[in-house]
């Protein structure tokens, strides 16, 4: 594997997928979604959720698992992120990371992708959820972690929200994090930079067995990914995959593969890598009238545009 490279401005909407955009819009129409927002975030829930996580987990700093941090750190300097958000470990031994909050959002990782992933497979994770940050997806996944809860424990009364949770809110928000998941999963790979360590992990997350981690069989896991890409063009088995994960928060891992691997087979992965790198000793420009920048503005001086930067 090469060097990693940092890629400078570079903006959420070039790896977006394009199923979570066309979920996104679907959802943003969803009636009662902009009150119920601004309800629940009035009564702290996000707040809540912090004080949950950590109270739980162990904080991970420049003194304290100095190791996963300092990746974490190289990861936001990768994608363009300022702002590194706090990092926890929790005690479970699948392979996970997970983020909460939308203010100010923080990453969980599990013991397990610490331990039984490479660090350039953990930069992949970690830029998973970096790229769930970037992209302004937090919000919405804050509600639907939040909803099932409310609408069991405080019932149809308490804080007047009850009217306005129902199973096709619930639905929506759903799907729209499973196919926020495709995007998130873009800004891992562009974060590692290395196609092998994001099939690894997904593998790994697959279920593949610690014994044979030295012989995972990545070509036979590709071809079941394309293998599996290609029910879609049946539309009986779109609709059985649709029932099968309606109540799931991310696609199957195969699935997921499946996806990854059209879009570095479309081109554009390495035509981000391209656009946004710039050379030792060359200018970078704003996107929209070309002033030179150093990169680390966050509006262009010249002609006022925003730069990407969180």
Known sequence: MGEIKKLELLHPSEYEHPLDRK???????????ESLTRKLFKHGVERDLRLQYTGSYIKVNERSFSEVYDI?????????????PDLYIS?????????AGSENPIIGLTSGAIDLLTDNELRYVLGHEVGHIKSGHMLYQTMAEVIPIIGDILGTATLG??????????????????????????????????????INALIKMAGAPKKFFDR???????????????????SLDKVGK???????????????????????ESGTYSE???????????????????????????????????????
């Not at 979920?23 to 979604?33: D, K, N, R």
């Not at 006022?304 to 969180?310: E, Q, T």
Request: hydrophobic share 40%; proline share 3%.
């Open 23 to 33: 979920a996104l819009q679907a959802l943003e129409g969803t009636p009662g979604l």
């Open 72 to 84: 974490l750190v190289d990861v936001c300097n990768t994608l363009h992120v300022k702002k590194i």
């Open 91 to 99: 005690w479970d031994y699948s392979i996970n990371g997970f983020t």
């Open 161 to 198: 929200i009850g009217g306005i949770i129902g199973t096709g809110l619930q639905l929506a928000l759903l799907y729209w994090w499973r196919m926020s998941e495709f995007t998130a999963d873009r800004a891992g790979l562009l974060a590692c930079q290395d196609e092998d360590s994001v």
């Open 216 to 234: 995972i069989e990545r070509d036979a896991f590709l071809e079941q990914a394309r293998e599996f890409r290609d029910y879609d063009y049946d």
């Open 242 to 264: 649709a029932l099968l994960v309606m109540d799931n928060t991310h696609p199957w891992t195969v699935m997921r593969a499946s996806e990854i691997l059209e879009w570095i």
């Open 272 to 310: 981000i890598i391209e656009r946004r790198t710039r050379e030792p000793g060359t200018a970078f420009k704003c996107p929209k009238c070309g002033t030179t920048l150093n990169g680390d503005e966050n509006f262009c001086g010249m002609c006022g545009s925003k730069l990407w930067c969180r």
